[in-house]
């Protein structure tokens, strides 16, 4: 097949530009910072006592189940009604309404806030599914690691842009003693619904019709998707790179992942770094992300993606080293540059590596709905033991080394997977 033209390319990568912002105000910086500040250290829910940072991480876990098990009913949906853009809309319009009403999180109503949170959550992450299935349907093999790249460093520019304006509000609030109290930073949730369903519409004017599936279904819709994960499943034994991949992946994107949501919470209840360190960190990330996604881009043209990939397991090994002795707030600078180098080369990369290992096939969607869970169960999995260590076996601190044995078992997998070296 060939790539699409430019402008449904740019239009697929806009929508990184649309929904990076959640990822970065609220998954990253101003909720979990605001979230630390409003909640108790100790939370109250169905007779439980759980630590704040515990409850954090199980929220999030949760938000990750759900989309684990709606989405393998979507991508059954969507691969044989050909409507993949319909579910992409529905998805992107419930994390946005779920962004604005988390402006109504205050101290008395903590647990509404982390409630929308999670809807906010799987409204992105069901978008997501979708949103991945076309790449392979509107650019050649070829080109699928430089698409990739375009949608990620898109992403990080568009979210670092909102971030700065939320960041300016909350800052002149702070040191103009304004006296707005938490509104800039309330204030903020809306925003990013604004902005994610604003530019998706860039994305939704020039999304090409996906085409269904010229199979029937073999069961009803609504179960048909779990019978088609099996299906993918019974086929990887046909395509062992493909599987020996899969498996690697599960395991260091669980470490890449909780860091991602978890990063900031260890920053604020850790290390009670000021709220100014930590948002400046994660906009170093951000920044620092963009030429890193494009960098390991280039190594693998000139190696290949699991070369690639294993350079980037082998620095987030490092980086789980360097946060247990992370102290200061210097060294939490040098700790979110390191992060950020990494951070959106191994996302754009492991998206390119698993599109090009795809056996040919229109349905798409079952595929990378198998790829969504495995990320999804594995961020379950990953949330859940950070905040089990940090709540029941010596803090976060202990947490990141259960993260570091997670790269180091997947980069391990990886050394079994083979691909063709490049001519």
């Not at 105000?25 to 909640?39: L, Q, R």
């Not at 881009?297 to 070369?307: D, E």
Request: hydrophobic share 50%.
């Amino acid at each position: 097949m060939q790539t699409a033209p430019k402008k449904v390319i740019n239009g697929w990568a806009m929508y990184d530009w649309a929904n990076s912002s959640y990822a970065l105000v609220i998954t990253s910086t101003v909720f979990p910072t605001y979230y630390t500040h409003v909640a108790p250290e100790q939370i109250r829910l169905l007779g439980f006592t759980i630590s704040r940072s515990a409850f954090a991480s199980y929220s999030i876990a949760a938000s990750f189940l759900v989309i684990a098990i709606l989405s393998p009913i979507l991508s059954s949906i969507a691969d044989y009604k050909g409507n993949k853009a319909s579910f992409m809309k529905f998805f992107c319009y419930l994390g946005s309404l779920a962004c604005v009403a988390m402006a109504f999180m205050d101290k008395d109503h903590v647990i509404l806030g982390v409630f929308f949170s999670i809807l906010a959550s799987i409204g992105y992450c069901g978008s997501i599914v979708f949103y991945n299935a076309y790449l392979p349907e509107i650019a050649a093999e070829q080109d699928q690691d430089k698409v990739s790249a375009k949608g990620f460093a898109l992403g990080y520019v568009g979210s670092v842009l909102l971030m700065i304006v939320c960041l300016a509000f909350i800052l002149c609030n702070d040191e103009l003693h304004l006296g707005w109290g938490a509104w800039p930073a309330r204030l903020s949730f809306p925003a990013v619904g604004i902005w994610w369903a604003g530019f998706a519409q860039l994305t939704f004017r020039v999304l090409p019709p996906s085409k269904p599936s010229e199979q029937r279904p073999e069961h009803s819709l609504v179960t048909n998707g779990f019978y088609e994960l099996g299906k993918v499943w019974h086929q990887l034994i046909h395509y062992p790179v493909l599987k020996r991949y899969l498996r690697s992946f599960f395991f260091y994107n669980m470490g890449v992942m909780t860091v991602m949501f978890m990063a900031t919470y260890f920053g604020s209840d850790l290390l009670k770094l000021p709220d100014t360190v930590l948002i400046s960190s994660i906009l170093i990330i951000q920044l620092v992300a963009i030429g890193g996604a494009y960098l390991f881009s280039l190594l693998s043209a000139k190696t290949n993606n699991i070369v690639a990939l294993g350079c980037l397991i082998i620095i987030w090994i490092g980086i789980c080293l360097l946060a247990y002795f992370t102290y200061t707030a210097f060294q939490f600078y040098v700790l979110a540059f390191a992060v950020g180098m990494v951070m959106g080369g191994i996302q754009s990369m492991s998206r390119s590596t698993y599109s090009k290992l795809l056996p040919e096939t229109k349905d798409t969607a079952s595929y990378f709905s198998f790829y969504d869970v495995c990320d999804k169960v594995g961020t379950v999995v990953g949330t859940l033991s950070f905040g089990f260590v940090a709540d029941k076996m010596g803090g976060m601190r202990n947490s990141v080394l259960a993260l570091m044995g997670y790269f180091v078992i997947g980069f391990v997998l990886l050394l079994f997977v083979r691909t063709k070296p490049k001519t």
